[in-house]
């Protein structure tokens, strides 16, 4: 486990956003996860303590943290605490897998190389945008 007391944990959310405040929570902890400034190991805040401290309702941080728990950032571990799992490794299994999933898929459809490419590109290069 890692010393809380050497890492800060800074979120902010944008209200005018058009992007639901769950979804900017995941994405700024799995961001930092992702980058190392939330080491493996540190001990995330409880969800009600959480909500609290940036004015939401609890189930948008419990929403938040099962986001990120599917997508293997996070690991809870009972009455223990929500913890900061490899989540680089486990993003980057995701992200393989579901491009495998993908081109599997695509390779049934009956389409070209050149165009599931393509696809896939648009839809990646519309999902960077709309964030």
Known sequence: MVDNRYVTLKIVLDPASGTA????????????????????????????????????????VAKAYRALETDGVIETRGRNGTFVAAAGEAADRHAASAAREYAEQARRLGLSRAEALSLAEEVVRAAYAAH
């Open 21 to 60: 405040p769950y979804e900017q929570l995941r994405a700024q902890i799995s961001e930092l996860a992702r980058s190392g400034a939330l080491p493996v190991g540190f001990r995330l805040p409880t969800v009600r303590g959480f909500a609290e401290e940036l004015g939401l309702a609890a189930n948008t």
